[in-house]
């Protein structure tokens, strides 16, 4: 099986930053692409940055220019990288992966979420 856990949420004030962190682990063949998602309170979870294994990246709107996703060296960890953050970012944040398994199987693996919030 495979695991995702995200860890790096907390609370920050408006204009501060946070970095997200999401470590996979299990019986993984290859990981194709990893995104972070957020789910506000009341609404539906939205997309927020996706990297590929070429680490081409493609983000939402609304974080375009604030946030930055990156893999580590350990190509099984993600990172997100939030700046000037706001109020309205305040959300739980999701890793997701698309993975082949070591079985030739593949699989959309999520983790548990990290609670984010922006607040004076």
């Known amino acids: 099986q495979v695991q995702l856990v995200e860890s790096g949420g907390g609370l920050v004030q408006p204009g501060g930053s946070l970095r997200l962190s999401c470590a996979a682990s299990?019986?993984?063949?290859?990981?194709?692409?990893m995104n972070w998602y957020r789910q506000a309170p009341g609404k539906e979870r939205e997309l927020v940055a996706t990297i590929t294994s070429g680490d081409s990246t493609n983000y939402a709107d609304s974080v375009k220019g604030r946030f930055t996703v990156s893999r580590g060296n350990a190509r099984n960890t993600l990172f997100l990288e939030m700046n000037s953050l706001k109020p309205e970012d305040t959300a739980v944040y999701y890793c997701n992966a698309f993975i082949r398994l070591v079985t030739g199987e593949f699989g959309d693996y999520w983790g548990q979420g990290t609670q984010v919030t922006v607040s004076s």
């Open positions: 299990g019986s993984i063949f290859s990981i194709y692409a």
